[in-house]
């Protein structure tokens, strides 16, 4: 399980004092509403912010940091992303689980057929499609929907499936 969640990506500088606009990859924006601080990982190191102010425009998140006054303190981290720690994580429902922790789960049809690896997640309007990979075979993608997805069972990394007529094709 990944120690840290992804909770946006940093697109662009926004005005000159300091603040970004940030992408959002939690599924509620709103949920910045809450965060006091988030970790932003360069590939090199990793750097607690503190959010000082925080607004919205059409699907972005402006953040202003505590940590930057200007431009050019911010400029250099477009495109790197903002996490939390599981403590400061949107708590799960039932049945519910991170994107992170789903990757990598190996997928088994309900007869015992084995389909593949949970590669990525692709969120749509609807429900999110997982998309499986398996050597020498096309990816397969799965509806996120309880008719499809019957099991996850987390502790021993496997999805159990039931493919409805036409997703093999």
Partial sequence: ????????????????????????????AARFDKLKEVILDTGEQKTTLHIMERKYHKNMVILRFREFVN???VEKFKGNGLFVTRE????????????????????VEEDG???GELSD????GANDVYIIKKENTPDLLIPAIKECILD??????????HLLPGLRE
């Fill in 113 to 115: 057929e084995v389909l």
């Fill in 152 to 161: 996850v069972d987390m502790e021993t990394g496997i999805m159990t499936v």
């Fill in 1 to 28: 399980m990944e120690e840290l969640l992804q909770v946006g990506i940093i697109a662009n500088t926004h005005g000159v004092r300091g603040e970004v606009k940030v992408f959002p990859t939690t599924d509620d």
């Fill in 121 to 124: 997640v692709l969120t749509t």
């Fill in 71 to 73: 431009i050019n303190e």
């Fill in 88 to 107: 400061n994580a949107v708590p799960l429902q039932k049945d519910e689980y991170f994107i992170a922790d789903m990757i990598g789960l190996n997928v």
